[in-house]
């Protein structure tokens, strides 16, 4: 089994919502991660955590919160985003943060902001 | 700066024939390589993957090959079936560093 699971599918928000972004495996997974997407593009890494610990932060706006309240689960809060951050944003996760190895993508939450 | 390339934004193949994706690397310290296929309104699913340790790897009609010193790998898929017309993405890792560094991708079209 290498699912990784994403809610919602879809996401319609205003500038001024505050919304959640959910991800959750059951691989054993010690790390995973938060990609965002445009069209045409390849993913963008925004953010990994290691051991449940943020080990990675890209550089990424403020508006944009990770959370991992477990091994199994990762979140990314939403505040006063713009429309430019619409994007599909993907979840993965890879079993070992020591070595290189296979990372696992979820099917990814559809964002728009209007 | 993008430190994997995929030049050809797009491949067009006939049902049965090979398709062969190209991908190069500036980075000399990326050691692990992979392939990723993505259909639309899905997120990318693993294909196949190889050490730089290695110069091939073969998972049934899947075969990565790769060149260190041109910093080249390609993918062949044979035979070619309707079902992998896809955006395939190329992606590489530097050691204990857990990005991974993507292509911009080639759409892949088979034709029957």
């Known amino acids: 089994d290498t699912e990784v699971t994403q809610t919602p599918k879809h996401l319609v928000m205003g500038m001024t919502n505050k919304k959640s972004l959910k991800c959750e495996q059951h691989?054993?997974?010690?790390?995973m991660y938060w990609y965002k997407q445009k069209a045409k593009k390849p993913p963008e890494l925004m953010f990994v955590y290691s051991y449940e610990k943020l080990s990675i932060n890209e550089s990424v706006p403020s508006r944009f919160s990770p959370e991992c309240p477990n091994s199994s689960l990762l979140n990314l809060h939403l505040h006063a985003l713009q429309p430019e951050d619409s994007a599909l944003y993907l979840c993965a996760s890879s079993q070992d943060p020591s070595r290189p190895n296979i990372q696992y993508f979820g099917a990814g939450t559809r964002l728009s902001v209007l | 700066d993008q430190q994997v390339k995929q030049n050809s934004p797009s491949l067009s193949v006939q049902e049965g024939r090979i398709s062969i994706l190209n991908c190069d690397y500036t980075n000399s310290m990326f050691d692990y390589f992979l392939w990723y296929k993505k259909y639309p309104a899905e997120g990318p699913t693993f294909l196949i993957s190889?050490?730089?340790?290695?110069d091939k790897n073969e998972d049934g009609r899947f075969t990565v090959f790769l060149n260190k010193s041109a910093k080249h790998l390609s993918l062949h898929i044979v035979p070619s079936q309707p079902g992998d017309s896809a955006v395939y993405f190329c992606?590489?890792?530097?050691?204990?560093?857990?990005?991974?560094?993507f292509g911009a991708g080639t759409t892949v079209t088979v034709r029957a």
């Open positions: 190889i050490s730089s340790i290695k």
């Open positions: 691989m054993g997974h010690r790390a």
């Open positions: 992606a590489a890792s530097e050691g204990r560093n857990y990005k991974l560094s």
